[in-house]
């Protein structure tokens, strides 16, 4: 059975706790897109972690990781990562795509050197090199991962490639060029490093799905954030949806059974962009702190994030796009301090009311229209049964299931791996 776990909205929705839960019976879990540009954040019995690039079925001796085609394979970042967990005393499996790309050292200097020249118009990106990477690729000049292992060929071409990547630092944007000699030395260190993890990733995940194996299919950030259909400009460079998980592992479209949404009790978002329902001052101050389970504060770059209402507009888009079979609300336990919660339930644009998600420009004249509704005012974290919730807890989760068309078959009430209650 292949599962794929995605997020609904702009990504840190709580993927990481519900894929480390999953993983639990899981025999695989994939890494399918996406890079060391995002974290999910994980507690359970070995501590807490910020996973970037790992998946997050590491902690579960018995299960395979994966990391897949669709990745951008940061090498430099991977071995801090791999150095981290394992100080923390956990041990895993992992394979390589022979496929993955890699990320160079330029792509991580171009992100930095672009929102420079950008300015005022910049991203807000976490400048890991990203978006440059993605454009070689799709270019077709990056690296894969079975080209570190042909030294004479990867010499030639990191040659080629830095005569124009050379110009186009001294003459655009004034910096010193790189000698691709010195990024020969680096990769060869990374083939080093990686090479007994090295697979045919794609045909293991095939084979797997013959024997009748388990597989989660991890995404990273979510809808919002999708190339083609998130809130462009203001998104990743990689799609983030569930049907990109076959073509980024390599699996059959149809094998993927479960797509299990993932979506928060309100909103948060990094990163520049409309965000329709974002709320401001000492009312998102106290968000923010409460957020998560230390603060709405980015795994990997710290940066506060934005936060607002539960946005049902944005949701039920998000989980439309994504094909959810079944939605997992999660930080609901957040709210139990507020009076009176603010959901926002259309938009008003010009004058007009809508709950379809608008393109960028319709989105930035987007006002919300809210609709309030009472707290619930109790600690509802170690509540171990839907039922038990209070009742405001359960009609603020039944209005959202409602509005968002999916049904909500989970709804987490703490950041801890136990902490869940199925509907
Ligand atoms: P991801 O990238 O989607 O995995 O999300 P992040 O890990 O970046 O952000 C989610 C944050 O919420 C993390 O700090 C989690 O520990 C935390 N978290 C997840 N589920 C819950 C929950 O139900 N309640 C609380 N309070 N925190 C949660």
């Given at each position: 059975?292949?599962?794929?776990?995605?997020?609904?909205?702009?990504?840190?929705?709580?993927?990481?706790?519900?894929?480390?839960?999953?993983?639990?019976?899981?025999?695989?879990?994939?890494?399918?897109?996406?890079?060391?540009?995002?974290?999910?954040?994980?507690?359970?019995?070995?501590?807490?972690?910020?996973?970037?690039?790992?998946p997050?079925?590491?902690?579960n001796k018995n299960t395979t990781n994966i990391i897949a085609n669709g990745v951008a394979l940061d090498i430099n970042k991977l071995k801090a990562e791999i150095a981290s967990v394992k100080e923390q005393g956990v041990e895993f499996n992992l394979l390589i795509s022979e496929r993955a790309q890699v990320l160079l050292p330029h792509h991580v200097l171009l992100d930095e050197y672009e929102e420079e020249r950008l300015g005022d118009k910049k991203f807000g990106s976490t400048k890991s090199g990203i978006a440059p990477f993605y454009a070689d690729k799709y270019s077709k000049v990056g690296i894969q991962v079975w080209e570190l292992f042909e030294k004479d060929r990867l010499k030639e071409k990191l040659k080629g490639m830095y005569e124009k990547i050379n110009i186009q630092f001294k003459?655009?944007?004034?910096?010193?060029?790189?000698?691709?000699?010195?990024?020969?030395?680096?990769?060869?260190?990374?083939?080093?490093?990686?090479?007994?993890?090295?697979?045919?990733?794609?045909?293991?995940?095939?084979?797997a799905i013959k024997e009748g194996k388990t597989i989660l299919l991890e995404g990273q950030l979510g809808s919002l954030k999708d190339t083609d259909h998130g809130i462009y400009p203001y998104v990743t460079s990689s799609s983030t949806l569930a049907g990109y998980a076959a073509v980024g592992a390599g699996i059959p479209p149809h094998e993927i059974k479960n797509i299990t949404v993932i979506t928060k009790a309100y909103s948060s978002a990094v990163g520049e962009g409309p965000f329709v329902s974002e709320i401001f001052g000492d009312e998102a101050d106290e968000l923010r702190k409460r957020g998560g389970d230390k603060g709405e504060f980015g795994a990997t770059t710290g940066r506060p994030r934005r936060v607002g209402y539960f946005d049902t507009v944005a949701t039920r888009y998000g989980c439309e796009i994504q094909g959810a079979t079944e939605v997992c609300m999660t930080c609901l336990d957040v709210l139990s301090y507020l009076d009176e919660i603010n959901v926002c339930v259309a938009y008003d644009i010009n004058?007009?009311?809508?709950?379809?998600?608008?393109?960028?420009?319709?989105?930035?004249?987007?006002?919300?229209?809210l609709k309030t509704f009472k707290?619930?005012?109790?600690?509802?974290?170690?509540?171990?049964?839907?039922?038990?919730?209070?009742?405001?807890?359960?009609?603020?989760?039944?209005?959202?299931?409602?509005?968002?068309?999916?049904?909500?078959?989970?709804?987490?009430?703490?950041?801890?791996?136990?902490?869940?209650?199925?509907?």
């Open positions: 059975m292949v599962r794929a776990i995605v997020g609904a909205n702009w990504g840190d929705e709580g993927k990481g706790k519900i894929t480390d839960l999953c993983a639990e019976n899981a025999d695989i879990v994939v890494r399918f897109q996406g890079g060391a540009n995002a974290g999910h954040t994980i507690i359970n019995e070995h501590g807490r972690f910020a996973l970037h690039q790992l997050s079925g590491i902690f003459y655009l944007y004034n910096k010193p060029e790189i000698n691709y000699l010195e990024v020969f030395d680096i990769l060869n260190g990374y083939a080093d490093y990686i090479k007994d993890n090295v697979a045919d990733t794609s045909g293991i995940l095939r084979n004058g007009e009311q809508t709950k379809d998600f608008p393109t960028t420009e319709a989105l930035c004249k987007a006002k919300p229209v707290g619930w005012k109790s600690d509802i974290r170690g509540i171990t049964e839907y039922d038990k919730l209070p009742e405001e807890a359960k009609a603020y989760v039944e209005f959202i299931e409602k509005e968002i068309g999916f049904k909500i078959g989970m709804v987490s009430n703490g950041p801890k791996r136990n902490e869940i209650l199925y509907r």
